[in-house]
Every structure is written in structure tokens, then in C-alpha cells.
């Protein structure tokens, strides 16, 4: 039962701080579901978006942000003060690495900020993903210290991993099962009971460790399982064998088979980040190196490359340097149909070609113009600049991509994505 449907149930105060791809999905939902919410980021130009209604997820469309503004009872604010009377709060920060090591700043501020309004009897929850141990070693000592209050006695504590996957339409918010957690038995019962209110099932596990590393696993067995096919795909090309068709065939078995595609490397802020919080925690804990995790990392790390190293040889059977050449890619962002261009592989392989002197030309329509690297040019896909291109390199999938016209028109195509044939198109 919700406030919406409900309205004499108690309408509780949720501060949700962080207003990015998870956070802001996460307020919305809340809203609709009767919540009165706070969401808070120290961004000031983003919190003008939210206000006026311009979503800056792409998940949330901007009438459904519209409806939430319009209850009145979402309120977006860059002012830390407005957190305060919260019932729940819930740390939806970044947590990127800083020379290759977990940068826990943001949740070590956003923590503190919370704990300065944190009232007895209220429950905050972390959302970041992080290494085992960051709620109760370092989240739960911080609001204590600026509350004076006692995690568990005075107040909750919990960490709950976010599954959001930006663009699927399949898997959202509220039909993805969710984690949670608590660090003691009454924390896991507020934090149970504050999801159940939002999404359709909630999976509860014995204590924050276990969510945490929930989390670090799922991200973890897919950067692996990337890295294997992707060398698996470097490996069957220079044998000569078709790694697609292989792939197809091995998906054909009902049972202990997952189908992953090998691609210019992996992005975003999961995969090529969150594994090393994992190894991090495991050398700095008991002195070892989590070897599959290095050396998936050394292998998607060096697919841009590769794909350079494609190109240069496709050009080289024609006779023709990459210096020179006019080379169009599709697609800047590190997943299809997102703008999300956070540790994009497509950047680094737009920047080894400028740096080999090609004229670089790369359309990608949902891509702010910031995340352009240096020295490429920003274009619309049409015939005219097809045609101008000695080759075209299919990076990235986005739904908008006339490919038609890209295999009608191209002298050569490399197709990282296998979304293309014909006799000008080679595949990764
Ligand atoms: N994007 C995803 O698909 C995804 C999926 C699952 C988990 N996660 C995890 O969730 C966390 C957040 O990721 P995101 O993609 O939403 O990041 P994001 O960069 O889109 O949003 C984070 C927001 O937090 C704000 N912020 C930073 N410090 C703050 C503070 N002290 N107080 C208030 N606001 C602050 C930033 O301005 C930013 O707008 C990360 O740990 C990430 O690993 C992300």
C-alpha cells in the first residue's frame, strides 16, 4: 500500500542526495509512490534543470519528471539545509577511482551533510556502489560523528546496490528485484520496508557486506566475461574464424551458457571502475591481487586499440595510411541509446586516430558536445559525409543510426557491434 493509493498513511520525508542516473529515477519514483522528497546535489546548473523540468536522465522522461515537479511534493535543491527532517535518506554519489584507487569523498560528504540533519529514528541508506565494508567502516562512523547519535540504537543504517541499467526498457527501476540490507535487524526492516514501497521485490541479505559485494560480483562476472570474448575475438581473427557464429551457436544451449559480444572495450561508470574497488579491497585487506579482475581489466583496456589496429590494417590493404584520411565513427557513448559517454572506449579510439592525423568525424546525437575529444568534428549522418569517409567504424548501436544508408554508402565499414553486413562491412 502506498501514500498514493492510501493517503492517510504517513507521508514520509525521503532526501535522496545525488541527482544523477541513479538518483534521480529513484526521487521520482518515490514521489509517485507518496513520498515527499528532497533531491539533492551540490550541482547548481543540474538542479535548474530538474526544476524547469529538462530531465538530464534519459530514463526519466521529462512529462514524468513534470508530474513529479507538479505533486508538489518534489523539491530539488542545491542547498544542504534543505535536507533536514528526513525519515529516509539514501547516498546516491559517485564513486570513481583517483590514480587507481577508490575515491570515497563523495560519500564521506554527502555522509557528513546527512549526518548534520540526521534526527533519532530515521534510516539512511547507501546506494554508491563501493568495496565491502564502506557502510559500517566508513558511512556509519561519519554520521554518528556529526549526529552524536549511535548507528543501530538512535538510528538505521543500510546499504541497498542499484541495478539500474540506463535505456532498457525491459529491466527498470521497479521490476528489477532489489537488494537490501541492514546492520542490525531493525535496520534491515526499515530499509526492506522503505524499497517495498518501490520497486516490485526486494531480496534481503544478512548484512551490508553481502549487498556490497552483491553488487561488485554482478559488475565483476560481467567485466570478465567481456574481457574473454573480446580476447577470444582477437585470437579467432587472427586464426581466421568467425568468433559471431560461434557465439550464436554456443547461445543455441539452454543450460551454463550466457551470451556476451565482444565490443572497443567496456564504459560507463560500472565496469571499468568497480571491479578495482573489489581488487582494492582484496590486496589492501589480505595482501593479494585479484588476478581475473587485473587481467580483464589489461584486456578490455586494450581493445581501443585494437580497433585502431583494424582500421589501420583495412586501410593499409587499400593502399592508404591513416594519416590523411577522413574517418567517420558512430557512436560516442559507451552503451547505445544512452548519452552517458563516462570512460567511453570511443573516445580514446577517436584520440589515437587525431593523434595518427586522420580527420575524425563522429555523429552521436545524444552526446553533449563536452565529451567530444579534441580535434574531432561533430556530425549528422547523411550520404555526403558517408561518401566523403575512406572508412566508417560502427562503435556504438544507437537505435537512431540509419545503417542502411551507412552499408549503402560506405566504401568500408568496421563493425565492432555485428549490426551491419555486406561485402564492404568487416567485423570486429
Ligand atoms: N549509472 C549507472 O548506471 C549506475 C548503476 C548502478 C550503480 N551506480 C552507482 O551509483 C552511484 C551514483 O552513480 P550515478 O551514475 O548516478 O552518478 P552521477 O554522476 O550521474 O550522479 C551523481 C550526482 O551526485 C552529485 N554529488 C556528488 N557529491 C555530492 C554531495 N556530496 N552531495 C550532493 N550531491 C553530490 C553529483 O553532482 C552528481 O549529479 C555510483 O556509485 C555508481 O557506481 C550507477
Known sequence: MTNAEDPTLPAQRLVVVGQGYVGLPLAVRAVEQGFTVVGFDLDVARIERIRRGDSPVEDIPNDRLGAALATGRFIATADPDDCSGFDVAVISVPTPLREGMPDLSFIEAAAR??????????????????????????????????????????????????????????????????????????????????????????????????????????????HVNIALVNELAMFSHALGINIWEAIDAASTKPFGFMRFTPGPGVGGHCLPIDPSYLSWRVRRTLGEAFRFVELANDVNEHMPAYVVSRLTESLNDRSLSVRGQRILLLGLSYKRNTGDARESPSQ?????????????????????????????????????????????????????????????????????????????????
Open 348 to 428: 580514446p579510439v577517436a584520440r589515437r586516430l587525431v593523434e595518427l592525423g586522420a580527420d575524425v568525424l563522429v555523429v552521436d546525437p545524444h552526446v553533449d558536445d563536452r565529451f567530444f575529444p579534441a580535434g574531432v568534428t561533430r556530425v549528422d549522418l547523411t550520404e555526403d559525409t558517408v561518401a566523403s569517409a575512406a572508412a566508417v567504424v560502427v562503435l556504438v548501436n544507437h537505435d537512431v543510426f540509419d545503417l542502411d544508408l551507412v552499408v549503402r554508402t560506405a566504401t568500408c565499414v568496421l563493425d565492432t557491434q555485428h549490426c551491419v553486413n555486406g561485402p564492404n562491412v568487416e567485423h570486429l
Open 113 to 222: 551533510n546527512l549526518g548534520e540533519h540526521l534526527k533519532p529514528g530515521a534510516t539512511v541508506i547507501l546506494e554508491s556502489t563501493t568495496y565491502p565494508g564502506t557502510t559500517q567502516e566508513l558511512a556509519g562512523p561519519i554520521l554518528e560523528d556529526a549526529s552524536g547519535l549511535v548507528a543501530g540504537a538512535d538510528f538505521h543504517l543500510g546499504y541497498s546496490p542499484e541495478r539500474i541499467d540506463p535505456g532498457n526498457p525491459t529491466w527498470t527501476f521497479e521490476n528489477t528485484p532489489k537488494v537490501v540490507s541492514g546492520i542490525d535487524a531493525a535496520s534491515l526492516t526499515a530499509v526492506q520496508g522503505f524499497y517495498d514501497r518501490l520497486v516490485d521485490r526486494t531480496v534481503p541479505v544478512s548484512s551490508p557486506m553481502e549487498a556490497e559485494l552483491t553488487k561488485l560480483l554482478e559488475n565483476t562476472f560481467r
